[in-house]
């Protein structure tokens, strides 16, 4: 069974800066990508960013503040936020995309998520 657990979410005021952990345990072939995704209340989840052997990709509202990272061997992804904006509110989730075997595609997990507020 495969877990994914979030952490350092809070409360933070604007211009400020948090850092969000997903630690990813359990039987686990090969990690193919890591990402972090975000819902606000009333919206639908969005992606914030994506990490994958290496390669990077963020949402537009947050390039240049945001900087996704990952520990492939303790199989951990990162995501430092900076200039946090009220706009950045939401429950951030953690995703990572396992296949079960070598020739099986991969399945998507998911955090519980791990919410930010960020005050004005």
């Known amino acids: 069974q495969v877990q994914l657990v979030e952490s350092g979410g809070g409360l933070v005021q604007a211009g400020g800066s948090l850092r969000l952990s997903c630690a990813v345990s359990g039987s686990i072939f090969r990690i193919d990508t890591m990402g972090w995704y975000r819902q606000a209340p009333g919206k639908q989840r969005e992606l914030v960013a994506v990490?994958?052997?290496?390669?990077?990709n963020y949402a537009d509202s947050v390039k240049g503040r945001f900087t996704i990272s990952r520990d492939s061997a303790e199989n951990t992804v990162f995501l430092q936020m900076n200039s946090l904006k009220p706009d950045d509110t939401a429950t951030y989730y953690c995703?990572?995309?396992?296949?079960?075997?070598?020739?099986?595609?991969?399945?998507?997990?998911w955090g519980k998520g791990t919410l930010v507020t960020v005050s004005s």
């Open positions: 995703n990572a995309r396992i296949p079960p075997g070598r020739f099986y595609q991969p399945v998507d997990y």
């Open positions: 990490i994958t052997s290496g390669t990077t």
